[in-house]
C-alpha cells in the first residue's frame, strides 16, 4: 500500500487550479458568441429560449454600425419567402441586425437590416433569396453599450397566398362564407376605389351570377380590410 503527503504548496496550487476551473464555469461566454459557432434557426419551429449575451465577449469587428459589440449569432437559410425573426421576452433593449456573406463569417458582411423599435419584442421582417444564408447578430441597440441580457428568438415564414394574382383569382358562391388572407400577399398596381394602389397586400376572387340582380359582398369578421 502506498501512501501520498500532500504538502502545503501543492495544497496551495490544488486550490488554486479548483478556483480557476469554478470561475471559468461562472463566466462561460455564450456557446454562439462568435459567428464561426453560430445557431441555426429553423422557420416554424419552436423559438429558442433563454438565450443570451451575458458574458459575451467584445467583437474583434463588428460587421455593423447599428449594435453593441457584445453580441450573439444565428443564421438562417432563406427560401424565397418573406422571413419575420421575434424576439420576445428580452430582458434588456436590444436589436436584431440582419446580413448576408459571400465568404461566410470572414466577411466582407453587406447589412440588410437593422431593426431596433421598441424596448420590448423586436420584429425583423426580410425577404429573402433561396438558399442564401442570412447572418443574424442580437445585441444592445447603442454602440457604445457594454449592457447585456437575455430574449427568446424564433423565425414566421410568410408563405405566398393562393390566390395574390388576378390569374388566380379564387370563385366564391352566392349564399357561401369563405376564409381568406392577405398576410404575405403583394400589392397590386391596378386602380381601384379610386386610388392608384392598395396600401398592402391584395388578393382575387371572382363571381359569375346565375341570373340578373343585385349582389352584395359582405366582409364579415374581417379585420382591417
Given at each position: 500500500m502506498r501512501r501520498y503527503l500532500l504538502s502545503a504548496t501543492s495544497g496551495r496550487s490544488l486550490f488554486m487550479v479548483l478556483?480557476?476551473?469554478?470561475?471559468?464555469?461562472?463566466?462561460?461566454?455564450?456557446?454562439?458568441?462568435?459567428?464561426?459557432?453560430?445557431?441555426?434557426?429553423?422557420?416554424?419551429?419552436?423559438?429558442l429560449t433563454d438565450q443570451t449575451t451575458v458574458d459575451a465577449v467584445a467583437e474583434v469587428t463588428n460587421p455593423g454600425t447599428?449594435?453593441?459589440d457584445f453580441g450573439v449569432w444565428y443564421t438562417l437559410v432563406g427560401t424565397g419567402n418573406e422571413m419575420v425573426i421575434s424576439s420576445?421576452?428580452?430582458?434588456?433593449?436590444?436589436?436584431?441586425?440582419?446580413?448576408?456573406?459571400?465568404a461566410?463569417?470572414?466577411g466582407p458582411f453587406t447589412q440588410v437590416i437593422c431593426r431596433d423599435v421598441s424596448i420590448g419584442t423586436e420584429n425583423a421582417s426580410i425577404d429573402t433569396e433561396d438558399g442564401t444564408t442570412y447572418y443574424i447578430y442580437v445585441a444592445h441597440f447603442s454602440t457604445s453599450s457594454t449592457s447585456t441580457g437575455t430574449f427568446d428568438i424564433?423565425?414566421?415564414?410568410?408563405?405566398?397566398?393562393?390566390?395574390?394574382?388576378?390569374?388566380?383569382?379564387?370563385?366564391?358562391?352566392?349564399?357561401?362564407?369563405?376564409?381568406?388572407t392577405t398576410v404575405?400577399?403583394?400589392?397590386?398596381?391596378?386602380?381601384?376605389?379610386?386610388?392608384?394602389?392598395?396600401?398592402?397586400?391584395?388578393?382575387?376572387?371572382?363571381?359569375?351570377?346565375?341570373?340578373?340582380?343585385s349582389l352584395t359582398l359582405d366582409m364579415c369578421g374581417s379585420d382591417d380590410v
Amino acid at each position: 500500500m502506498r501512501r501520498y503527503l500532500l504538502s502545503a504548496t501543492s495544497g496551495r496550487s490544488l486550490f488554486m487550479v479548483l478556483c480557476v476551473l469554478f470561475a471559468g464555469a461562472l463566466f462561460a461566454q455564450p456557446a454562439n458568441d462568435n459567428c464561426a459557432d453560430a445557431i441555426a434557426l429553423v422557420p416554424g419551429a419552436d423559438a429558442l429560449t433563454d438565450q443570451t449575451t451575458v458574458d459575451a465577449v467584445a467583437e474583434v469587428t463588428n460587421p455593423g454600425t447599428c449594435a453593441s459589440d457584445f453580441g450573439v449569432w444565428y443564421t438562417l437559410v432563406g427560401t424565397g419567402n418573406e422571413m419575420v425573426i421575434s424576439s420576445p421576452n428580452n430582458s434588456f433593449d436590444h436589436e436584431i441586425d440582419v446580413f448576408t456573406s459571400a465568404a461566410g463569417c470572414d466577411g466582407p458582411f453587406t447589412q440588410v437590416i437593422c431593426r431596433d423599435v421598441s424596448i420590448g419584442t423586436e420584429n425583423a421582417s426580410i425577404d429573402t433569396e433561396d438558399g442564401t444564408t442570412y447572418y443574424i447578430y442580437v445585441a444592445h441597440f447603442s454602440t457604445s453599450s457594454t449592457s447585456t441580457g437575455t430574449f427568446d428568438i424564433g423565425v414566421t415564414e410568410i408563405l405566398p397566398v393562393a390566390n395574390d394574382d388576378c390569374v388566380d383569382a379564387i370563385e366564391i358562391e352566392a349564399g357561401v362564407s369563405i376564409d381568406g388572407t392577405t398576410v404575405g400577399a403583394s400589392s397590386n398596381s391596378v386602380a381601384f376605389c379610386g386610388t392608384s394602389e392598395g396600401s398592402g397586400g391584395t388578393v382575387w376572387y371572382f363571381f359569375t351570377p346565375p341570373a340578373n340582380g343585385s349582389l352584395t359582398l359582405d366582409m364579415c369578421g374581417s379585420d382591417d380590410v
